[in-house]
């Protein structure tokens, strides 16, 4: 692939209208799932209501009027029931969608790029390792995108990684972006990149090497994988400024975190690679956080499900890696 081409010269217009028989068969097979879900539903809701009154009848007969309230665990049931339906087909559309639709838009990229639905567990291992993400027992690592732009070899998925033994008691680790990039510099030790959360994240994270850079202190700590010293000089032949102002540049690129305006990425280098991580959080109703998920699809049972607005969505999703080489052109030329 040569330099001179550019994937943000990528047209949503061009595509959305190139893949309009696609869009209109993926909302045909929406329509059809939604409709056949909502007599589903229909089925479930009224063999749960005469379910509801039969136990309260029989318990009330034999146990008293006070028993009756028993037969609302029938009720409970059901709507256990009919969520699990409900989010095992909303996963089941977002696939359909992701394998539809992601590998038309690697096939409009200007360049190699293949997509892959599953990838492997295995992927998370060095984002561990450097601390980019903490211990995780369950999860997902999905939508495997990869290929080269400006002779550099880069990877990415999305993963959605927890802690705990259930969906009732589990809790969040990430879900975002991973990307592994190739650089043409050897880190040794490896660097971990991680947002400034203040004081606390100073003092009880890893040692933080003060970068001399004002704006990227600010922004960003800095310590080594392995927990080794490093005085300034030392830090400038491994992390150089060009460098640290290519982490501003993509950091300001891809936005903040919404309500607290901290970085939404962390960052690690080690051996020829740069790892990246990107919550894809956003403001959600009522000053909540959504966890925005990939491909962003709106639920199979609403009444329109604006595919159009979502392929544009996938688009810029799909071209993180593209985004982030852009900032990173001369980054490890000097390794």
């Known amino acids: 692939m040569t330099d001179n081409k550019n994937p943000d010269r990528t047209d949503s217009a061009q595509l959305v209208e190139r893949l309009q028989p696609k869009l209109a068969e993926l909302e045909k097979e929406r329509q059809e799932t939604r409709q056949s879900l909502l007599k589903l539903f229909f089925f479930i809701g009224a063999v749960t209501l005469v379910a509801v009154i039969a136990a309260a009848i029989a318990l009330a007969s034999v146990a008293g009027a006070n028993a009756a309230s028993i037969g609302v665990f029938p009720l409970m049931i059901g709507v256990v029931v009919v969520l699990r339906f409900a989010h095992s087909r909303q996963e089941r559309w977002r696939t359909r969608v992701a394998e539809v639709l992601v590998p038309e838009i690697c096939e409009q990229f200007d360049g190699e790029m293949e997509y892959r639905a599953d990838a492997s567990r295995d992927f998370v291992k060095p984002y561990t390792t450097l601390g980019l993400v903490g211990r995780w027992s369950r999860g997902e690592v999905q939508h495997m995108l990869r290929g080269e732009y400006?002779?550099?070899r880069f990877e990415m998925v999305h993963a959605n990684l927890r802690a705990g033994g259930g969906n009732n008691s589990d809790s969040k680790v990430f879900k975002g972006f991973m990307l592994r990039i190739q650089t043409q510099a050897n880190f040794e030790?490896?660097?971990?990149?991680?947002?400034n959360f203040g004081l606390f994240a100073k003092a009880f994270g890893k040692r933080a090497v003060p970068t001399g850079n004002k704006?990227?202190?600010?922004?960003?700590?800095?310590?080594?994988?392995d927990g080794q010293a490093l005085d300034s000089e030392q830090l400038d032949v491994l992390f150089p400024e060009d460098w640290r102002q290519a982490v501003l540049a993509i950091d300001e690129a891809m936005g903040p975190m919404p309500f607290t305006n901290h970085s939404r990425l962390s960052a690690g280098m080690k051996y020829d690679a740069f790892y990246m991580t990107l919550d894809l959080s956003e403001a959600g109703r009522l000053r909540s956080l959504r966890e925005r998920s990939f491909p962003d699809v709106g639920h199979v049972l609403v009444s329109e499900s604006k595919l159009e607005d979502n392929l544009r969505k996938m688009v810029d999703d799909v071209l993180v890696c593209s985004r982030v080489i852009d900032q990173l052109s001369e980054f490890g030329a000097a390794g």
């Open 189 to 195: 030790p490896g660097l971990y990149i991680r947002p």
């Open 150 to 152: 400006r002779g550099r």
């Open 215 to 225: 704006a990227f202190d600010e922004r960003f700590l800095v310590s080594t994988d």
